[in-house]
């Protein structure tokens, strides 16, 4: 799931643009992108859009307000009837908050007959200082985890940075270590890894590069927030035909010496790990 466009649910014209644009997951904001007296009326839009999709369409996500706002209740009061493919939690705190979440879902789903686990989870892991410490804990946390994001903007605010991107647009090293640790926490967690957003969206090249720097690292899709980033980041994570050809011939060669560990392939060596890496990306290029 390459590129997933977040949109301001309270937006009807902007969901209805989302939901053509070619991005695979659409999130219907709830949270910071709705001021507050917007809450009510991003309710109903995020209902709207759960209740009119079409068969074929982008999987929809719904991000709730945080834990400890007061406002998620009534957010999931209004959406987990209408079976959103998963929620996204801002400023989760760990594998705690994980479970905490995945409560108050079984418990809705309990009350409108819907299988118990049928909606996921994507929480965004690096929003507060807090969050940082416990990256370690979503293994095993709930089995509705599907991927963990990561955010800067929170962050930066949270610790009082000046900003969170040096001036040749590289993260700074607070935001690096987040961004780094999001992949070893998703790994060890064994879900998807998933950058985090490139707020200028008159910058394609930036973005290029920043999904082209995240696909090499293991990250498995990118958060947008404008309908023209999703063809850009769509396409960065796409294996490249020199990538597949190169899986093809290790998968070949491995299936051709199933005895052996180790072997030589256009004279450099292949062990397990690039049997690994080959499959992978034989499956993501399938998907
Ligand atoms: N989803 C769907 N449509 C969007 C969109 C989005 N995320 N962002 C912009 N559009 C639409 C605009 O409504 C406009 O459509 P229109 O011509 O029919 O009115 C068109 O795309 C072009 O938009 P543009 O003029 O380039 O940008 P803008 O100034 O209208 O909007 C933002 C800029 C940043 C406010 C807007 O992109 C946005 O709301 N992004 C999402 C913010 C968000 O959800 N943040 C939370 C996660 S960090
Ligand atoms: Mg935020």
Redesign the pocket.
């Known amino acids: 799931m390459p590129a997933l466009?977040?949109?301001?649910a309270d937006?009807p014209?902007?969901?209805a643009?989302?939901l053509g644009?070619g991005a695979a997951t659409v999130?219907l904001?709830l949270?910071?992108?709705v001021a507050p007296g917007a809450k009510e009326r991003a309710r109903e839009g995020a209902a709207e859009a759960l209740r009119g999709r079409a068969p074929g369409g982008p999987r929809l996500v719904a991000?709730v307000n945080g834990l400890d706002t007061g406002l998620i209740d009534a957010d999931l009061d209004a959406l987990v009837a209408l079976a959103p493919d998963a929620i996204m939690l801002p400023k989760c705190e760990g594998g705690d908050d994980a479970q905490h979440l995945s409560v108050k879902l079984a418990v809705r789903e309990a009350q409108c007959g819907a299988p118990d686990g049928a909606i996921g989870l994507l929480p965004i892991v690096t929003e507060t200082a807090a969050a940082m410490f416990r990256l370690g804990s979503y293994r095993g946390a709930t089995r509705r985890l599907r991927g963990l994001a990561w955010?800067a903007?929170d962050l930066a605010a949270a610790i009082g940075a000046q900003t969170n991107r040096s001036p040749d647009g590289a993260y700074t090293p607070p935001f690096a270590l987040a961004r780094n640790l999001t992949l070893f926490a998703a790994s060890s967690a064994g879900v998807e890894a998933i950058d985090t957003?490139y707020?200028d969206?008159r910058d394609p090249e930036g973005l290029r590069r920043e999904c082209l720097a995240a696909r090499r690292d293991g990250f498995c899709g990118k958060?947008?927030?404008?309908?023209?980033q999703v063809a850009i980041i769509n396409e960065a994570f796409a294996p490249a035909p020199g990538e597949i050809a190169r899986a093809q011939a290790i998968v070949a060669a491995f299936a051709q010496a199933p005895d052996s560990g180790a072997l030589s392939l256009d004279g450099a060596m292949i062990d397990r790990p690039h049997l690994l890496w080959a499959q992978r990306v034989l499956a993501r290029a399938k998907s």
């Open positions: 466009l977040f949109v301001p937006s014209r902007k969901i643009k989302a644009c999130i904001d949270e910071d992108s991000r955010g903007e957003v707020a969206f958060m947008a927030i404008h309908p023209d």
